[in-house]
């Protein structure tokens, strides 16, 4: 289980873009969680749907009808239907079979929830349990890191963008402005310092620099310029 869930981690810092992300990992993490129904939804690219389902959309995503989306807005941390609410209680809010277990996960960028990842079970399956929290715990800090990290470098300039630097690359590049060893980088990351090496070799190739001072200035002036 913990390897498969390092395989997921690792699927996403190696994402593009978010569709790039959904390919990449949306089967493994419904897999993962033994889920029924799943999905990774960001805000603002939610489609614009009918007004009749956007209404009950609206009911549904309410802070004031449904607690588990009060309890994922106020504090940012996952959480499933039974941390908030007896079976009951739960049924007569949302009555469909298909939903008979929930868990959801924030994604948070700058200390606002700007997306979610939820996951749901049909009636006569185990429901979540706090393991299952755990893991979407580190699920979504991953995501919320790769988020911030995609859409800053989509300020870069476009000669610099060009250069396709992966989301592990620009870690690993923000990781050395901050004066960290490879061995250190490594142990940052859970890769090996080997993984490092070839991936500031891949980052200079890219670059057309032959220095960590030369990548680093490359990659922070051209955000700068961008701000």
Known sequence: ??????SIFQAIAQAQDEKDLRAQIIDSIGNYF??????????DQLPL?????????????SVEH????RYLVEHHAPVHEA?????????????RPDHWHVMA???????????????????????FDTQNLADLSGLCLHLSTWLATVRSRACLEPDLSNHRLTSRELQIAELVAQGLTNAEIGSTLWIQENSVKQALKRIFRKLEVSSRAA?????FSAQNKAV
Do not use: H, Y
């Open 215 to 219: 990548m680093v200035a490359r990659i």
């Open 66 to 69: 449904n607690p588990v989306v």
């Open 49 to 61: 749907v009918n007004s009749s389902f956007q209404n009950l959309l609206e009911v549904g995503l």
């Open 34 to 43: 033994a889920a029924d129904r799943w999905g990774i939804f960001f805000w």
């Open 105 to 127: 996960g924030p994604i948070v960028s700058n200390g606002c929830l700007v997306g979610v990842v939820g996951f749901t079970r049909i009636r006569g399956t185990a429901a």
């Open 83 to 95: 941390l908030v609410l007896t079976p009951k209680a739960w049924n007569l809010i949302c009555p």
């Open 1 to 6: 289980m913990a390897n498969s869930l390092q």
